[in-house]
């Protein structure tokens, strides 16, 4: 090329450069060693920092869309005002709890301050009919559910044993004085309520493997024996617990309260899961509970199951909550985090992982949405909450455990939440029902036949 060619093209390159950044760049870099490294490239090279650069400076290619993991926006079947109390839990969770979580989790230790604050939401005791309840339909119960272990299980857990097995037993069992006595208090949280049916020997064999045993005296009913996993007991102020009668040998409720003599709950240490939740041991030594803390209408195990059936629908929901909080944590540690110079987000297999991850949660929020339309019409069968809740688990398990493959070693760090949800998604799997259990269940219903063993 002639010197007048060169002069003329420098000329061109000048016109299209601005100064100014020129001048800033040059304080950051040193231009001229730029170039002579530039100048040092062959076209391979020279061609592929070019597809990096426009790949990385074309306006608008990166609008992403929002994290949300209801895929088949089934939110917009709930009406304004459900809507508005979904946001109002989720808010709640997200500016009031999650800062706490991941300390709380790592020591082990329950945050007592947010009680308050959970009770200004007034979404105790959710689908229950006067004492200051809300008597919502049993979906709301449900999307809180998952609202609450969207963040963390463990929150989720202390509200349902609370709000829905505690308060449950009460509801359904207990006599007008009694439900006078604790609902409109515990809906406000001003009581704290505890459920206490497994046994250190015995879990899902428990209808017929009760050794917790309680003997009427004439005065007192008095109860020996012992509960495990037994959440909130440390602190509850009542706690329901089932004994079997040693005179008719039907299961009985009784209501617990923490100052009774021969009543010990000792917090259960050194969990790999729910780390938050404070359960206890509870040991029941000759301890006397009056007639009028007797349940008046729990009078056999099927009453126990009755709370049960009503309560297992919810777990199933904060299943859907523990695989929503992985996958939505996931999907976003995706889009930030690059490798080779692009999000991981980008590739193929990344995104299989997350397609498979979203196609379990929509599965699974489109059947407890179904399950909890048939609680709300009088239709629901203890097959019907079984099946949700063996499937919801399973597939929660499998969510969590793409989540934590997709962030790779960082999925290990509670920093990244995913880490909590891989760890409490294996409590989800065997509460309110192991999978087998709950996969006999379903099987008789279908089939028939019980292969429960006599």
């Keep these: 090329m002639s010197l007048f060619g060169k002069i003329k093209n420098t000329i061109d390159l000048l016109k299209g450069v601005d100064l100014d950044q020129l001048a800033k760049i040059n304080e950051k870099i040193d231009l001229k060693k730029t170039m002579d490294t530039l100048g040092k490239l062959d076209d391979r090279q020279l061609k592929g920092m070019m597809k990096m650069l426009n790949h990385q400076g074309k306006k608008g290619q990166h609008k992403l869309p929002p994290i949300d993991g209801d895929f088949y926006n089934l939110d917009l079947k709930l009406t304004e005002e459900q809507r508005e109390l979904q946001m109002k839990v989720r808010n709640f969770m997200e500016d009031e709890v999650r800062p706490l979580v991941n300390d ?43 609202e609450i272990a ?137 301890c006397k509970v009056p007639e009028s803390d007797r349940l ?78 048939m609680q709300d019409n009088g239709i629901l069968t203890d097959e019907h909450a079984s099946l949700a809740k063996v499937f919801c688990s399973m597939r929660t398990r499998d969510i969590v455990s793409r989540a934590r493959e997709v962030m790779g070693g960082n999925g290990i760090l509670l920093e990244h939440d995913v880490a909590r949800f891989v760890a409490d998604a294996e409590a989800i799997y065997s509460y309110e029902g192991t999978k087998e259990i709950n996969s006999l269940i379903v099987g008789r219903a279908i089939t028939g036949y019980s292969a429960f063993v006599s």
């Design 104 to 146: 709380c989790w790592n020591k082990a230790k329950f945050p007592f301050e947010i009680i308050p604050k959970f009770a200004e939401l007034n979404i105790t005791g959710v689908p229950y009919e006067g004492y200051g309840c809300p008597n919502l339909p049993f979906l709301m119960e449900g999307i809180i559910a998952q």
């Design 296 to 373: 008046q209408n729990a009078n056999s195990f099927k009453d126990t199951a009755k709370v049960l059936k009503m309560t297992r629908a919810g777990v199933a929901w904060q299943a859907v909550g523990c695989a929503r909080g992985a996958y939505e944590s996931a999907l976003k540690y995706t889009k930030k985090r690059e490798q080779f110079g692009k999000p991981i987000a980008s590739y193929q297999l990344v995104q299989n992982h997350l397609v498979e991850m979203v196609s379990n949660l929509t599965a699974m929020q489109t059947m407890v949405f179904r399950l909890s339309e």
């Design 150 to 286: 969207r963040v963390d299980v463990s929150i989720s857990t202390f509200f349902g044993v609370h709000s829905g097995l505690a308060m449950g037993s009460i509801y359904l069992c207990g006599s007008e004085e009694q439900k006078q006595e604790w609902l409109p208090k515990m809906q406000k949280l001003e009581k704290i309520g505890a459920f206490g049916l497994t046994e250190p020997n015995v879990g899902s064999a428990v209808s017929q493997g009760m050794e917790t045993t309680c003997k009427f005296d004439g005065e007192n009913w008095i109860l020996n024996g012992q509960k495990k996993w037994i959440g909130n007991a440390t602190f509850a102020d009542v706690i329901v617990i089932w004994a079997k009668d040693e005179d008719s040998g039907h299961v009985k409720g009784f209501l617990v309260r923490k100052e009774n003599p021969g009543f010990k709950a000792e917090k259960m240490e050194d969990k790999m899961a729910l780390r938050i939740v404070q359960n206890a041991i509870i040991t029941l030594t000759d």
